[in-house]
Structure formats: structure tokens, C-alpha cells
């Protein structure tokens, strides 16, 4: 693995936790040579992820839509920054520059982000390891309903594995490294 996407808030939320947190996932990829593709944004825990990396040595690109650069919250400061004319063509972007992805505590954005990514994965469109960053069982709920979802029959207990979950960093990215995408077709019985 070479670079990681974080799918993250353009807000702080409303604990401490969530900016230590984006800190100290900053630590652990700095520390495994892991260089940071992002929303490119500088607000919220977009903002504190890519200042952590860069503030620690490490490389951080950043992919935004004009129509966000225009209302002036693109990141100035990164290693790289693309801009682009759509959200689909960030996401598209994103994927193509990441060698796995990671969701952050976050809203829509986020939440959309990660389940598409992890869809792409279950269709065999890539073999990267997609996983949440479960900050203080931010994302407990949404891992219940997708153990839910393997009991009422809409998904795969094979393809509910794909997407990893871990409350450290450390933990994540360690599962990462180990990480083999299945072996399943997704209509097979």
C-alpha cells in the first residue's frame, strides 16, 4: 500500500475525541510510509487530517470540485491538490489514486463515500481493503444493521466482512496489511 483515502467530516463534531482521533491516524500513516488522499477541503476533520500528515512530513492529496474551491475551502497548503468538476468525478479520482479506504466519524458525505467504495469492492471492481474507523462506537449502529442485513438475507456474511472496522488507527491499518479481498460472486447461492 501506498497511499490510504480517509473519507472524513467537513465539520468537527462535537467531541475532542474525533480531532485526536484524526491526529492520531495521521501519526500511523506517517509512521507506515502511508501518504493521505482526501476531500482536499480545510474544514473540519477534513482539515485536521491533512494538517496532521503535513505537520508530521507526510504527502497529502487532496481531490475537490470547483464549485467547492469557488466557496474557498480547498486546502492551500498540500502536497497536491486536484481540482475537479464534479463529485463523481472526485470519488472517481479518489479511488483510482487510493490503495484503500478509510471512513472517518462523518455525515451524508461520508456515509455515502464508504458504502460506495465497499459496493465497488463487492462488485469486483477492486481488491482494496475499505474499513471504518470506529471512533467511540461512532459507527456501532451501522454495523448492526449491516449484521442485520446478513440475517435477513440481503447480504453476504462474506461480503459484510469486506468492509473492516477497528477503534484505533493502528488496529485498522494493521488489518489492512492483512487484508485479502473474498472470493465470491456476489449472485452465486
Not at 464508504?114 to 474499513?131: A, R, S, Y
Request: hydrophobic share 40%.
Amino acid at each position: 500500500m501506498r497511499r490510504i483515502c480517509v473519507y472524513c467530516g467537513s465539520n468537527p463534531g462535537n467531541s475532542e475525541r474525533y480531532r485526536e482521533a484524526a491526529e492520531d491516524l495521521a501519526d500511523v500513516l506517517v509512521r507506515h510510509d502511508l501518504e493521505l488522499v482526501y476531500g482536499g477541503a480545510d474544514k473540519g476533520i477534513m482539515g485536521i487530517i491533512a494538517d496532521a500528515v503535513l505537520e508530521r512530513g507526510g504527502s497529502v492529496h487532496g481531490v475537490i470540485p470547483q464549485l467547492l474551491c469557488e466557496k474557498e475551502i480547498a486546502h492551500t497548503g498540500l502536497t497536491e491538490l486536484h481540482v475537479v468538476s464534479s463529485m463523481h468525478q472526485r470519488k472517481s479520482m479518489m479511488a483510482a489514486l487510493s490503495d484503500g479506504f478509510i471512513a472517518m466519524p462523518g455525515g451524508f458525505g461520508t456515509l455515502e463515500e464508504i458504502i460506495e467504495i465497499v459496493t465497488w469492492g463487492q462488485l469486483k471492481f477492486h481488491d482494496k481493503p475499505c474499513g471504518l474507523l470506529n471512533t467511540d462506537g461512532y459507527y456501532d449502529h451501522l454495523l448492526s444493521y449491516l449484521d442485520h442485513a446478513v440475517a435477513e438475507g440481503f447480504l453476504r456474511t462474506e461480503n459484510r466482512e469486506m468492509l473492516l472496522s477497528d477503534a484505533t488507527p493502528t488496529g485498522l491499518v494493521q488489518r489492512f496489511e492483512e487484508y485479502t479481498a473474498p472470493h465470491v460472486e456476489k449472485w452465486s447461492d
